[in-house]
C-alpha cells in the first residue's frame, strides 16, 4: 500500500520525535513491502518563521487532501508574545482541529508493565489500569468568543445539544468494545454548559443498557484518578477538562512521553499526535521520549489505513524497548531520541 499522509512535525521536540518516527515507519514500510509517502508541511512557530504565518494554506490542503496527519507539537517561549490567531496555538492547532471537524480525541492510558515502577503511585493502584479519555475536540471554552473589555477579559465556554451528543455517542461506542463503562465528567454543579453536558449523557445513555454509566465532577475526578485508577474504562469529557485530565493520566502512565492520541471525526479524516507538547526545557538536546510520537504513528496507520499487523509490529517493538530498558532519560535509562527511534525500528 501507498502511505499517502502530511507530516507536520512542528516546533521544539516535534521535529525530534518526528524524525524518529519516521525512522520506525520506513522501518515498517521495508519489512511489510509498503511505500511512504509523507507530505512535510510547516505547522505553527515553525510556519510563522518561515511564512508568516501559523497555517499556511499548504500545510491546511494537505491536510485536507491526505486525511491523515501526524503532528508533533506547536507553541513555544519564542511566539509567546504573539496574540490570538496570531499564536501557534490559536493560529494553528485549533484551527486544524476544527476545519477537519475533528471533534473526538481519545488518549489512553493503560500503563506499560515496565514502568508501572517510574510512577509516583504505588504499584497495586496502577496494576490492571487501562483506560481512555474521550475528549470533545472541537467546542467549549476553547472555541467561544473571547477578548478584552474595560473591566477585564473573557473567554466563553458554549455547547450545543448536538455537540455534546456526538462526542456522547463516540464515548458509548468506544465502551461496547471494551469494558462497557462509561464515566462522564463535568461541572455541573456550577455550569449551565455542564448541565446541558449531564442531560444529554442520560439521554444518549438510555441508548446502550448494557453499559454501566457514572457522572462525576472534574474537581473529584481528579482525585479519583489518582485513587481509584482501575476502575475506570471511558472518560467522557468537555474539551478543557480532557486537556488537563489526560496530564494528570499520563503520570499514572510514567511520563508525559508515551501517551499518543487520535483525533477523529464521522468521516475518515484523523489526526494523530502526542498529548505532550513542544517541551522548551529540553528542545535541541535529544532528551525527548519520542514514544508517544511512534505509538501517534502506529495509531495512525491502523486508524486511516487499516493497517493492524504493521501498527501492532510498531506497539511490540515499543513495548520490547521499555522491556530492554532502551530508554531516554525521563524513563530513567541513558539513550537519545534518535538512538530510541532507531532500536524501534530495528525491531519493527
Ligand atoms: P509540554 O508538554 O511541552 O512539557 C511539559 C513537561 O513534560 C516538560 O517538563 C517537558 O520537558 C516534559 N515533556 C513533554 N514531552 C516530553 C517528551 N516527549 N519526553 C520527555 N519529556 C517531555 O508542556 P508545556 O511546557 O506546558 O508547554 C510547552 C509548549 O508546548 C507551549 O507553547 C504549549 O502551548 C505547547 N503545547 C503544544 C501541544 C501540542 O502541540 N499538541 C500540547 C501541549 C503543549
Ligand atoms: C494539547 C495541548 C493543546 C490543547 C494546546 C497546545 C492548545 O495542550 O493538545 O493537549 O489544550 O488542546
Ligand atoms: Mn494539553
Known amino acids: 500500500m501507498n502511505i499517502n499522509f502530511t507530516y507536520i512535525p512542528g516546533d521544539g521536540i516535534g521535529p525530534e520525535v518526528g524524525d524518529a518516527a519516521m525512522t520506525v515507519l520506513e522501518a515498517m514500510t521495508a519489512k511489510f513491502g509498503h511505500s511512504l509517502e ?77 514502568l508501572i515502577d517510574k510512577a509516583p503511585l504505588k504499584r497495586e493502584r496502577l496494576e490492571g489500569t487501562d483506560f481512555v479519555v474521550m475528549r470533545e475536540l472541537t467546542g467549549g471554552i476553547y472555541f467561544g468568543d473571547k477578548g478584552r473589555d474595560e473591566s477585564g477579559a473573557f473567554d466563553v465556554c458554549r455547547y450545543s445539544e448536538s455537540e455534546v451528543r456526538r462526542i456522547a455517542v463516540k464515548a458509548f461506542d468506544l465502551a461496547m468494545t471494551r469494558k462497557k463503562k462509561v464515566t462522564s465528567v463535568d461541572k455541573s454543579n456550577v455550569l449551565e454548559t455542564s ?129 530492554a530498558r532502551q530508554t531516554t532519560g525521563d524513563l530513567g535509562g541513558k539513550l537519545n531520541t534518535s538512538d530510541v527511534g532507531d532500536w524501534i525500528a530495528r525491531n519493527v
Open 195 to 323: 448541565r446541558l453536558w449531564r442531560e444529554v449523557v442520560i439521554e444518549v445513555a438510555k441508548d446502550y443498557p448494557e453499559v454501566e454509566v457514572e457522572h462525576l465532577l472534574v474537581d473529584a475526578m481528579t482525585m479519583h484518578m489518582l485513587t481509584y485508577a482501575q476502575d475506570y474504562d471511558v472518560i467522557l469529557t468537555e474539551n478543557m477538562f480532557g486537556d488537563i485530565l489526560t496530564d494528570e493520566a499520563s503520570v499514572l502512565c510514567g511520563s508525559m512521553g508515551v501517551i499518543p492520541s487520535a483525533s477523529v471525526s464521522d468521516g475518515k479524516t484523523g489526526m494523530y499526535e502526542p498529548i505532550h507538547g513542544s517541551a522548551p526545557d529540553i528542545a535541541g538536546q535529544g532528551k525527548a521520549n519520542p514514544l508517544a510520537m511512534i505509538l501517534s504513528a502506529a495509531w495512525m496507520l491502523r486508524l486511516s489505513f487499516g493497517l493492524d499487523k504493521e501498527a501492532a509490529a510498531i506497539e511490540c517493538a515499543v513495548e520490547a524497548a521499555l522491556e
Open 38 to 114: 509523507a507530505e512535510f508541511h510547516l505547522v505553527g512557530g515553525a510556519a510563522i518563521d518561515a511564512k508568516g504565518e501559523p497555517l499556511p494554506a499548504e500545510t491546511f490542503d494537505s491536510c485536507k487532501r491526505t486525511g491523515a496527519i501526524l503532528l508533533g507539537a506547536v507553541g513555544g517561549p519564542k511566539w509567546d508574545h504573539l496574540k490570538g490567531a496570531d499564536r501557534p496555538e490559536l493560529g494553528s492547532l485549533l484551527p486544524l482541529r476544527k476545519n477537519l471537524n475533528l471533534y473526538a480525541n481519545i488518549r489512553p492510558c493503560k500503563p506499560f508493565p515496565a
